[in-house]
């Protein structure tokens, strides 16, 4: 039986990656935690993500965020005591003539920053993946770093460490409602408990707008249905270190899994349905439609011919919260004190959950972060026009 606190410093709302990661760091730096999560650990997105690490983005602001967390992922089996499921594999991301110029600015800018990446030609993909049809691509990066893990078991990690180092983690339990003194965090109802804080960190995904409205905030937020597929394809030279790939042109990534599967999503089809439909994150998950599997099956056999007979293993969907722009909105918000939110990131942000929990405990610990340029992901971008643009024109990088 799970007892509910009366007070505490720290509420943590949301029980996916970013929660639990805060939760864990929080814990750490010595405050007192619930993390309240309205189902069980990892049932919403971060049950269901790619899972893949990489920091082959575009702006100098997420490459440095993805940076930090790519430098935890090595050692957070040890840090945490559980498997999380990391493989470092690599990573290439292959683009046309058309975005060949701006993907040779961004390896030298990653170059810059740290991270281990650089250009490769069509010609050289072979020694990376034998057998891959590099048709209609001018140029590649190779990012040496990049990896996957396990989301679901990620997240359980994070809250199962957090939970021996003293915080109270409270599952099937909902936020009905924040608290406020003036404009200052004073508590939290959940489960028909009051639970006093100082702080509340909203982690909820694509809930999270409902629970920016209960202080009164219009978050930019909206839920948005990403696939996935996994197949067999038959082939013992895939295996679970092969390299994770993107197709940029046909916005379509692959990577391997523990048993050699090759796990792929994007797609043209899902690039519009994003911006069109709006699922209900409460609805029973439905499975993709037929039409993405195809897409699937025919950009899968375009780069890996090898793997014409695949077996279809299974296919699943899974509701992320998306901001306009396709990155997080981290941070504080003027005019509320103690109120925080790590939501937003779109398809992108499991990756980041090493650090984004991080800088949580960084910020309410000493008022500001480091190594992460918080003005840059606040949810102030909006009003003052400093939306993240996407360097190709294909974008499904960020
Ligand atoms: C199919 C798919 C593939 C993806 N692939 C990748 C990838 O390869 N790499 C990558 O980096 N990212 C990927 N992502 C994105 C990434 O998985 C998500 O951005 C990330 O997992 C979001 O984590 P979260 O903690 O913000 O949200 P979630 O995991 O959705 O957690 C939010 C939690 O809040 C809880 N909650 C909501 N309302 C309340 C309430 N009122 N009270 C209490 N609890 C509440 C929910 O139950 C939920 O468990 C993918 C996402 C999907 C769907």
């Known amino acids: 039986m799970q007892s509910v606190p009366n007070k505490v410093d720290v509420v943590v709302i949301g029980g996916g990656v970013h929660g639990a990661s805060a939760a864990y760091h929080l814990v750490k730096a010595g405050f007192e935690v619930a993390l309240v999560e309205k189902g069980s650990i990892g049932s919403g997105a971060s049950g269901v993500s790619g899972g893949i690490i990489r920091c082959h983005y575009t ?41 060949a110029g701006v993907m040779e600015e ?11 990446t650089e250009i490769i030609e069509p010609a050289q993909v072979e020694r990376y993946i034998p057998g891959f049809r590099t048709d209609g691509l001018a140029l590649g990066a190779f990012e040496r770093q990049a990896g996957y893990a396990d989301p679901y078991a990620t997240a359980n990690a ?33 489960g028909g408990h009051s639970i006093q804080c100082r702080y509340v960190v909203n982690c909820a995904g694509a809930w999270a707008p409902r629970i920016a409205a209960m202080v009164g905030v219009d978050l930019p937020i909206k839920p948005g249905t990403l696939s996935m597929i996994a197949v067999n ?5 895939w295996t679970r270190t092969s390299p994770t790939w993107v197709d940029m042109p046909h916005m379509t990534y692959c990577r391997p899994d523990a048993s050699g599967l090759m796990l792929a999503g994007g797609g043209r089809l899902e690039n519009e349905t994003l911006t069109t439909e709006t699922p209900d994150p409460d609805a029973p998950a439905p499975r993709p ?7 699937m099956h025919d950009n899968l056999v375009r780069r890996c011919p090898w793997a014409e007979g695949m077996q279809r293993v299974r296919a699943w969907t899974g509701i992320d919260g998306h901001t306009p722009d396709h990155h997080l909105i981290f941070g504080p918000v003027p005019g509320i004190d103690g109120y925080l939110q790590v939501a937003g990131g779109g398809g992108n942000s499991f990756k980041l959950s090493p650090a984004t929990g991080e800088a949580v405990a960084e910020y309410i610990s000493t008022g500001t972060c480091t190594y992460l340029d918080l003005n840059a992901f606040s949810i102030t971008r909006f009003q003052e026009n400093r939306l993240f643009r996407g360097g190709y024109r294909m974008n499904i990088v960020g």
Do not use: C
């Open 59 to 99: 702006n100098e602001p997420m490459i440095r965020l993805a940076l930090r967390a790519a430098q935890r992922w090595q050692g957070l089996e040890a840090e945490l005591g559980r498997p999380v499921g990391y493989v470092q594999n690599g990573m290439l991301l292959m683009v046309d003539e058309d975005d």
């Open 158 to 190: 994070f809250a199962a460490r957090a939970q021996e180092l003293g915080v109270h983690v409270l599952v099937e339990t909902e936020v009905t409602g924040i608290e406020l003194d003036g404009s200052r965090v004073r508590g939290v109802k959940a």
């Open 106 to 116: 961004l390896v030298a800018r990653q170059q810059r920053i740290g991270v281990d």
């Open 289 to 295: 439609s037929d039409l993405f599997e195809a897409e």
């Open 233 to 237: 394809p038959r082939n013992p030279a």
